[in-house]
Every structure is written in structure tokens, then in C-alpha cells.
């Protein structure tokens, strides 16, 4: 899997929108970018991927640049809910189950 | 979406004896689940991958005697903590693949606490 890069942590106001970055420069032409979220004592939650062209489902946007070398996870209005460690994952779809997981991006989302 | 379930979501033990955890994917069948650990502010680490049917494969480092895996059902894979130690408490976690469609989805994780 591809090496992944995110910011340590970020702080959010309730009721705005929270862009999570992630770089992944050595991504391969096979592999997607992944995003999980993982609130604290629980188990880690898919939010979304995407390959190449942006995706949008009921939980975020997913914005893959055109090089695919980083990605903006975007949750179009944060809760104080949303606040949790978010990961982004590269990998290739086969591996689906098995990733490498980094630090992640701990979002505090304040009133 | 699919549901994975782990069982029990914490435990304490004592020093030395054996504790198991189970996770199960419940409306989907599961040829391969992986279990995970997650120590208190770090980020999960892959322990091993079950396979229904199979020996489990585990990552370098990760001792297979004392982390005993089966998956004898589609649905159904156990991870054993042999003679569990202090040091064992953690967070393990499980994920479940998905064939068709394909995806994977992870439990809710199990609290181990060895005293």
C-alpha cells in the first residue's frame, strides 16, 4: 500500500465544513484512496473511496486531485459527532480488508 | 450496510489465563476476516489474515502460539489470547471482506484488559 501523509489534528466549527488533506504522492495507477473514521472505543467506520473522479455519498465528498498525488476528504457540515480520527488509506481494491492504517487526522469539532 | 460483530466488546482477565474473542459477519459470508490491534493512542496494526478453511497468516512479529485464529465458517472466526499478559491489554478489532460486492467491514472491537 501506498504511503499516506495527514495533518495530526484539526478543529472544526459546528455546523461548518471540515477538509480533511491527504497527501499520497507514490500512489499506483490500481489503487483507490480509502476513508475510514474511527470514534474513540469503536471500531473504524467507512466513509468513502474514489479512484480517480471525485465521489459524494450521504457522509462526505471525496476530491482526488487530477494527479491523484493528494485528496481532500470534505464533510459538508461537522457535528460534534463527526469528531474522531480519520484515516486515509491507499491501496488496491483486492486488499479490501487489509490496510495499513497511519496516524490519522484527530477532527475536534467545537460548538 | 453489512454488519460485523465482535463478541464480547470487553473482557478482563487474569494474568495467564486464555481469552477469546469472536467476530462474526453476520449477513454476509466472510472467506477472509483480519484481525487488528490498537494500543491506547496509536493507530491500528495488522495482526493477522483468517481464511475460512485455512491456516491464518500472520504479520512479522505477531507470535501464532499465542494468538491462536480460527475460522472454521464462512461466518465465524475466533482470535484466542493464550496466557494473556499485561502487556496483551488492547484494543482488538476484526474486519470482515465482502466478495460480491466487494468490500470489507469492521467490527465494533473488543477491550482486553489483562489484571
Known amino acids: 500500500d501506498a504511503k499516506t501523509t495527514q495533518p495530526t489534528s484539526m478543529d472544526c466549527a459546528e455546523g461548518r465544513a471540515a477538509n480533511l488533506p491527504c497527501n499520497h504522492s507514490?500512489?499506483?495507477?490500481?489503487?483507490?484512496v480509502y476513508w475510514y473514521r474511527q470514534i474513540h472505543s469503536q471500531g473504524p467506520q467507512y466513509i468513502i473511496h474514489?479512484?480517480?473522479n471525485n465521489e459524494t455519498n450521504e457522509m462526505a465528498s471525496l476530491i482526488i486531485t487530477e494527479d491523484r498525488k493528494s485528496s481532500t476528504l470534505i464533510l459538508p457540515h461537522a457535528t460534534l459527532r463527526d469528531t474522531a480520527v480519520y484515516y486515509c488509506?491507499?491501496?488496491?481494491?483486492?486488499?479490501?480488508?487489509?490496510?495499513?492504517f497511519g496516524d490519522g487526522t484527530t477532527l475536534t469539532v467545537k460548538p | 450496510g453489512a454488519v460485523v460483530s465482535q463478541h464480547p466488546s470487553w473482557v478482563i482477565c487474569k494474568s495467564g489465563t486464555s481469552v477469546k474473542i469472536e467476530c462474526r459477519s453476520l449477513?454476509?459470508?466472510?472467506?477472509?476476516m483480519f484481525w487488528y490491534r490498537q494500543f491506547p493512542k496509536q493507530s491500528l496494526m495488522l495482526m493477522a489474515t483468517s481464511n475460512e478453511g485455512s491456516k491464518a497468516t500472520y504479520e512479522q512479529g505477531v507470535e501464532k502460539d499465542k494468538f491462536l485464529i480460527n475460522h472454521a465458517s464462512l461466518t465465524l472466526s475466533t482470535l484466542t489470547v493464550t496466557s494473556a499478559h499485561p502487556e496483551d491489554s488492547s484494543f482488538y478489532i476484526c474486519s470482515a471482506r465482502r466478495d460480491s460486492p466487494f468490500s470489507a467491514f469492521f467490527g465494533q472491537g473488543t477491550r482486553l484488559t489483562v489484571v
Open positions: 449477513d454476509f459470508q466472510a472467506t477472509t
Open positions: 488509506i491507499v491501496r488496491v481494491n483486492t486488499n479490501a480488508g487489509k490496510s495499513t
Open positions: 474514489g479512484l480517480k
Open positions: 507514490t500512489i499506483s495507477g490500481n489503487e483507490y
